[in-house]
């Protein structure tokens, strides 16, 4: 994964809106090729059989976890979803925190953000 040195707050919004999205459930172990695994995040779901979740390594890298054989969805896809998801809440925290207004609006691509100044 591509995210370092996360926010622990924004990565458990990320968490929440894709428990939301897959209508899973909050994990913090999942199973990974026979074998179990503490995650600080994770989530299972009907499309997500064994569960995917987050580690942090010592050096701040967010590592995705997970087994997709039986899933339909795949871990890449759920890995780019979790990247965007995040990115999305860090965007929309930092224009709150500088004094914007913020709106979203979904769209075909993803997430329309629109912040306008108080």
């Given at each position: 994964m591509k995210l370092k040195n996360i926010n622990p707050d924004i990565m458990t919004a990320t968490f929440q809106q894709l428990l939301l999205k897959y209508n899973g459930k909050a994990i913090t172990?999942?199973?990974?090729?026979?074998?179990?695994?503490?995650?600080?995040?994770?989530?299972?779901?009907?499309?997500?059989?064994?569960?995917?979740?987050?580690?942090?390594?010592?050096?701040?890298e967010v590592k995705l976890h997970g087994d997709d054989y039986g899933s339909n969805v795949r871990l890449k896809q759920f890995e780019k979803e979790l990247e965007q998801t995040y990115t999305q809440?860090?965007?929309?925290?930092?224009?709150?925190?500088?004094?914007?207004?913020?709106?979203?609006?979904?769209?075909?691509?993803?997430?329309?953000?629109v912040g306008e100044r108080l």
């Open positions: 172990q999942i199973e990974r090729y026979g074998t179990s695994r503490t995650v600080q995040w994770g989530i299972v779901a009907s499309d997500i059989r064994g569960g995917y979740g987050v580690t942090i390594d010592s050096n701040g809440l860090v965007i929309i925290k930092a224009l709150q925190l500088q004094g914007y207004s913020v709106e979203t609006t979904a769209i075909a691509e993803g997430l329309c953000i």
